[in-house]
């Protein structure tokens, strides 16, 4: 039995899941007459505040439309180094929308309205004009950190000062609500445009919603049509985002107290020199040498555990729906074994 601690994309829909996406009542999407994709956009966008939502095929498709509808050529966004939009998009920033891109070294993923103040260029014609900010929340790169509600409120307030739009990659937003102060509601109104993810955390087998004002999701509508993501009787896999949305939330906070101890377990072997603190369901082992981590994950793969690179000596392990309570006792027994 395969113990896949990779990601949090590699779960399987359940057998309720599956029986909801049996029973979905479809029709043709792209003339916006399957019912089961408007239910599940006008649940989405409720449940943020928002106005109106695009069901996409996945993150990096919700995040690049929403690049290209919030910017003109030649402009540029700002955004953290470790970002998922800049590092793991293929350089579709630069591709779909022609602009470039100012990074900032955040703390662990992170942004402040400071950092993003004193990155903005002087209007000045030998500079991009800066037209986008965006954010990750939880942070993929910086451990599954969390944005505080104040720091957030304080972006926004810098944003409309400053005339530029505010776009949130939530892909695993659903992780840092369980375990903040902050609702869907609180956020939602604070951004342009939201990214969320049905296929992580949340468990679907595809799938992302593009959550905005009426305006901005009809432009994202025809930009989704012209890079092919029009897609007909997806009712069936919008049924299983519903279903994650009405069932899936809650339990997010069972992979993060696993995530914990998983860390515990970690914290105390030998080849493990240090594990970074856990916020929600990512876990980030230091090896103490490259040669190590390699040695290691070897190691665990023909245990039959699972996990990936992260960095030059770091290990990520993610907690998810499909990690039991017992599948991860089973995991520890496994992991102990490795040197
Ligand atoms: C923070 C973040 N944003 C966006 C994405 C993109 O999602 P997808 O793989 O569905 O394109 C991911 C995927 O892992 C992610 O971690």
Known sequence: MIIDFRSDTVTKPTKEMLRYMMKANVGDDVYGEDPSVNELQEYAAKLFKKDSALFCASGTMSNQIAIKISTNSPGELICEEMSHIYKYEGGGIAFNSGISTKLIKGDKGRLTACTIESSINPKDIHFPENQLVCIENTSNKGGGTIYDFEELKKIRKLCEKQNLRLHLDGARVFNAIVESNYTAADIGPLFNTISICLSKGLGTPVGSLLLGNHSDIEKARRIRKIIGGGMRQ???????????????????????????????????LNWVKNVLPVYTNIVIVETHSEKEMNLAIDKLNKLNVKCSVFGPCQIRFVTHLDITDELLHEAIKRIKNVF
Do not use: C, M, Q, T
Not at 240 to 267: Q, T, V, Y
């Open 234 to 268: 997806s009712g069936y896999i919008a049924a299983a985002g519903l279903f994650a949305l009405k069932n899936n939330i809650h339990r997010l906070k069972e992979d993060h107290i696993r995530a914990i101890a998983l860390a515990e377990e970690l914290k105390v």
